[in-house]
């Protein structure tokens, strides 16, 4: 990619995956592993090889650890998981992944949505091995992902990347995992790199990461106290008292836990509104039967396309639009939740159902006359 389009703006509100592949990291990759003697198939290019699985047989490639020393990010150091997101983009773009993008209006329902403290770990699960999830159709969520060098980004989005990881422990399972899983034992891994958006930044590649890995030995636990216990290893890596900065992040890294678990449980529900947008793959298709002036333009446009499948409705129904009113009751959210409904013959399998949140006396705000109900996306 040119310097130019480095710095187009245009194309700083793009998910990380796309904005990955304008800036031909994949390629780039690919080079280094060939002059370093560096095995990344595993990693990249076999599905049933899980992501976790491939990056710890990778630490042990002496080619990688020359690379991984030289670009500062050595395995076991507090700056690894730099090039873990790296490599966790770099396999999305070649398997490929699944990118999903949720609605604004799906966002802005989710943002008043709360799970219970006690929800199992077991309802934590990725639809798909390797998945992105772009959240919302525009940069305007108020969570946020830090960056020690430009601050605080508006989240945009996360990898995830589900595995099942044979226990090898103190080689592929941290040693804080010791007494949660036995040796051999196939344990669930979720991967996750939360992004933060470049927009306001300084260019395209200028933006936030946060790695993070859940162990999840006990589909019973509580998702809360999986969430402490792996946030409070991430955080107190390498040791010493934490500043208000490393709080701040903690702070916001819990936030954006809690919204991805929101966001998978809406994806994998009955309710789910799906929609597929082949943008980037239609236009090429078509760029063939355009004369010369047309097929320029369309190739400049090329750059903002890309494929997504979209969840969510569009738009909020009328009765959860507005705000603010007077009354003896004002106006309030009643919070949106989650629940499991048993279905099938003798009821013995469990659905997952949305229940969105709703406004208390929405007749105080808007001609509409208040719902019977809470709304269910459908």
């Not at 990118?99 to 008043?112: I, K, P, V, W």
């Not at 009328?318 to 919070?335: I, Q």
């Not at 399998?349 to 229940?355: A, C, F, G, N, S």
Request: glycine share 10%; net charge neutral.
């Amino acid at each position: 990619m040119d310097n130019a389009h480095m710095h187009d703006e245009r194309l700083f509100a793009l998910p990380h995956p796309r904005r990955f592949a304008l800036m031909n990291y994949l390629p780039m990759l690919l080079e280094v592993g060939k002059s370093l003697a560096i095995d990344f198939g595993p990693l990249l290019h076999d599905p049933g090889a899980g992501y976790h699985d491939a990056v710890c047989a990778l630490e042990d490639n002496p080619g990688f650890r020359r690379f991984a020393r030289d670009m500062d990010r050595s395995p076991g150091g507090a700056r690894f998981g730099a090039l873990k997101s790296e490599m966790m983009a770099a396999r999305f773009a070649a398997l490929p992944g699944s990118l999903f993008q949720t609605t604004d209006a799906l966002e802005a329902l989710l943002g008043e949505t709360r799970l219970p403290e006690d929800i199992p770990c077991g309802v934590l699960r990725s639809p798909y091995p390797c998945l992105f999830i772009e959240f919302g159709e525009t940069r305007n969520s108020p969570l946020q992902v830090m960056n020690p060098i430009s601050g605080a980004h508006v989240l945009e989005g996360v990898y995830v990347m589900e595995d099942a990881v044979s226990v090898r422990l103190g080689d592929n399972i941290p040693g804080w995992m010791n007494g949660l899983a036995a040796e051999g034992e196939v344990l669930r891994v979720i991967n996750l790199d939360f992004i933060g958006s470049p927009l306001g930044k300084e260019n395209l590649a200028d933006d936030a990461h946060q790695v993070m890995t859940l162990y999840l030995p006990d589909d019973e636990e509580p998702l809360s106290a999986a969430f402490d216990r792996c946030v409070s290893s991430a955080w107190s890596h390498g040791g010493g008292t934490r500043g208000a900065a490393e709080r701040i992040d903690e702070q916001c890294f819990r936030a954006c836990l809690w919204h991805l678990a929101c966001a998978l449980l809406y994806i994998q529900s009955s309710e789910v509104r799906r929609e597929w947008l082949p943008e980037e793959s239609e236009a090429r298709a078509a760029l063939g039967r355009l004369g010369a002036k047309k097929r320029a333009r369309a190739e400049r446009r090329l750059p903002r396309l890309y494929d997504r499948v979209r969840v969510g409705p569009q738009a909020l129904p009328p009765e959860l639009v507005g705000g603010g009113g007077g009354g003896a009751v004002r106006p309030h959210w009643r919070r949106g939740h989650f629940r499991h409904q048993r279905v099938g013959p003798g009821r013995e399998k469990r659905e997952v159902r949305y229940i969105a949140p709703t406004l208390v006396r929405a007749d105080r705000i808007s001609d509409t006359p208040p719902p019977t109900k809470p709304y269910s996306v459908r």
